[in-house]
């Protein structure tokens, strides 16, 4: 079974930073784009941040500049750095994974974390 953890969340104050990570395991032997994404209480789910399997990356504009993603391809695992944080940068922020094949051939398309929540208050 695959599955992707995230951890990384918690309370920071504005202009403060933090970093979440994300674990994909089950037996992989690749994973296509990872990315990350967010939804704040009342609106929907927004794209963070993406990163292709060479490291090419892509972003949203509001966070461009604050947040940068990478990757570890021996880890099977994403990060996001997030620096100067705004009060609305406050959401769960959810991995994800588009594509993950296994060693014994299997692939799965889509695969979400649980999220992990982020709140920046004072």
């Known amino acids: 079974q695959v599955q992707l953890v995230e951890s990384g969340g918690g309370l920071v104050q504005p202009g403060g930073s933090l970093r979440l990570s994300c674990a994909a395991s089950?037996?992989?032997?690749?994973?296509?784009?990872m990315g990350w994404y967010r939804q704040a209480p009342g609106k929907q789910r927004e794209l963070v941040a993406t990163?292709?399997?060479?490291?090419?990356?892509n972003s949203a504009d509001s966070v461009k500049g604050r947040f940068t993603i990478s990757r570890d391809n021996a880890k099977n695992t994403v990060y996001l750095q997030m620096n100067s944080l705004k009060p609305e940068d406050t959401a769960v922020y959810y991995c994800?994974?588009?594509?993950?094949?296994?060693?014994?051939?299997?692939?799965?398309?889509?695969?979400w974390g649980q999220g992990t929540l982020v709140t920046v208050s004072s």
């Open positions: 994800n994974a588009d594509r993950i094949v296994t060693k014994n051939g299997g692939t799965y398309l889509e695969v």
């Open positions: 990163i292709g399997r060479g490291g090419s990356t």
């Open positions: 089950g037996n992989i032997f690749s994973i296509n784009v």
